[in-house]
């Protein structure tokens, strides 16, 4: 009964806090979009079971780990930067085996997944030095994390994967498209929290109200949800094709 009450205990969240309701707000979405793309799953056909599978998994991942952010934000007033970069860590790899599983009937290699995954990794590393370990040089490895993002845009838009989607054309060539804009577009959203969150950088992002952790949230929301829901979407297609 003790542990069970103490699973319970919340802490309070002031009625201006809107980064916790973020965190809270991410934390439902997850969970939600997770029920969802686990549920489906088996409406399709069995070679798109796995990519809907990823997708549960990535938005399952983020909510356990915005279930632990939004506790650590509630109790600590403070950016949960380690949970934060373990759940991206974990679901941006996870990210780049969907491109791989979409492209597959085409003839994709793992080598395209596996060159993908590690420079998501190298993105991600150093965007973590530089946010939590050398803060006086966040310029320069968010650099480096930035190179390695824009080696991730070329190849999907213009290296291989690309040639592939083509070759497959129809529903994986439309989803593989706009998965490409996700990651341009929707993954530009992330260097933009690490500026704001950067002191002495772009300070004034916080004047409009907007602070790392809520422009790190709602890039999650996106890119995972959104990036599952294209899946979802091609899967459809492709069974009424
Ligand atoms: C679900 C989580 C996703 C899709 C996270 C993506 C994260 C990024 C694309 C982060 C990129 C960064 C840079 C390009 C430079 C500055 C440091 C980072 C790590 C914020």
């Not at 780990?65 to 790899?93: I, K």
């Amino acid at each position: 009964m003790y542990y069970f009450s103490k699973f319970l205990a919340v802490a309070k969240m002031a009625t201006d806090d809107y980064v916790g309701f973020t965190f809270f707000v991410g934390c439902m979405a997850m969970m939600a979009a997770s029920a969802f793309f686990f549920l489906s799953m088996n409406n399709f056909d069995k070679k798109w079971r796995t990519s809907i599978l990823v997708s549960g998994l990535i938005t399952f991942i983020a909510a356990v780990h915005y279930w632990y952010m939004r506790d650590y934000w509630a109790s600590n007033a403070e950016s949960p930067t380690f949970f934060r970069y373990v759940d991206w860590v974990l679901t941006v790899p996870l990210m780049c085996v969907e491109f791989y599983l979409i492209l597959k009937v085409a003839g994709a290699k793992r080598s395209m997944m596996w060159r993908l995954i590690f420079l998501s990794v190298i993105m991600l590393v150093t965007g973590y030095f530089g946010e939590a370990v050398y803060r006086d040089q966040a310029w320069f490895w968010g650099l480096i994390s930035g190179i390695a993002y824009f080696v991730i845009v070329y190849d999907i838009w213009l290296g291989e994967a690309k040639k592939l989607a083509e070759e497959a054309g129809g529903a994986v060539l439309k989803a593989h498209k706009t998965l490409c804009w996700f990651v341009l577009v929707g993954w530009a959203i992330y260097p933009l929290g690490y500026m704001a969150g950067t002191p002495g950088w772009y300070s004034f992002i916080g004047d409009w109200g907007l602070n790392m952790d809520v422009i790190y949230n709602i890039g999650d929301a996106v890119n995972k949800i959104g990036f599952g829901l294209v899946v979802y979407g091609a899967a459809l297609a492709s069974s009424n094709d």
